[in-house]
């Protein structure tokens, strides 16, 4: 047998694999002080202490801010920078409490849990007959406002082009940056439209109208990039186009599989009456199954739960029963942890010195925002409508920065302040 050494080792790795954080083995449960162990020093106990301060800092922050009229979810991110290395995670003690490696993994995971149930209610929740009701000026916002604000940053690409750090290029940061800012995400827009109690109203409907088209045309452009890329770097066309019809395939898994065999199930019960409880298990597996299928197929893991829900019935008993049993937990226990997560990987005190790649980095956020401001504007303008609704409308449609800044914080290369984590880990890049 070869013996290969840790170089040859880590040089198979691709760039995407960012770094190893190496810990001592643990035990899962504690037997509890008496035998004078620390129960901190287990990772199921670690995780329930965790989990248990996040939401009391959560819930103490949206208590205060609520006062403000600040939304709910910029409370928990607020209550996860007060836990964070901005204020208490800047003591050791805590830190080697609240952010040790081996049980991070564990809250990420729990995280991931709840947005994936988020966008499965979501889905769920999505009237796709007012897309045809919002006509023509729906698909003529979704379109200009994902193409104007692309063609402003290709425009300073170019004219900038000098003053763009290499490792922007390298590593792909502008497209990046592009792609997730330029979108309109409908479950953002819907969430901003419920808290200000606009989603029945005319502009309402037509911001998310415009943003559930958005969503289509993105997934398509994702399949089709996907697929080249593969193509790309595999060297071999074949690959891209199984890539392809894996794609398709599973679509229609979804539409002549996964739907009859729910709407079998709610068929079967009463008028007036909620799913039983083995109706229920059985469509929350089917959920979890398209999210693993998702993730078998190279496509994103949040998609599958999201057009599920869409193509579902999302009336009674279906959709009452999944609300009922499901919102509570994701949005009211496990959706806390994700905000908190987002304030939990910053260093507001690292803003003291703003770095001239930062700089770059803010101005392409800017000028991308602005790009789909008017890029949302231009329709209203050519339809005549007021120019308080034009406003309106491009303020719905750069209502960016929840789950997008999730996203964000992953780009290592951007992460605002240090990794809590890596004072305790060993990075093997």
Known sequence: MAIVTPQEFYANFTSEVKSIFCYDAVQTTSPGIWLVDNPLMFSFPLLLFQLTLIFLFTRITQSILSHLSIPIHISQIIGGIILGPSCLGRYRPFENIMYSPVSW???NVISFLAIFLFYFLAGLKTDLSMIPKAGKKAFAIAITGDILPSIFVVLIDYFCKSIIPTRFREKSIILRTMYLWSGTSYIVVSCVLANLNLLTSKLGRLAMSASIITEFTNLF????????????????????????????AFMVFLVFVARPLTILAIKRTPEGRMLNDACFIGVLVLVMGCGFIGELIGSRALAAPFFLGLILPGGAPLGVTMVEKLERMAEG?????????????????????????????????????????????????????PIRDCLAVGLMMISKGIFEAVTACKLQDFKIGKNTMSRQGKEAH
């Open 105 to 107: 993994e564990q809250l």
């Open 333 to 385: 226990v496990f959706l806390p942890v994700l905000m908190a997560l987002v304030g939990i990987r910053m260093d507001v005190t690292s803003l003291k010195i703003v770095s001239m790649d930062l700089k770059i980095l803010i101005l392409f956020l800017i000028m991308v925002v602005v790009g789909k401001f008017f890029g949302a504007m231009l329709p209203c303008f050519y339809c005549k409508m």
């Open 221 to 248: 452009a994702r399949v089709v990039m996907s697929s080249y890329m593969l193509a790309t770097k595999s060297h071999s066309i074949a690959m891209g186009v199984t890539s392809t019809v894996a794609y398709l």
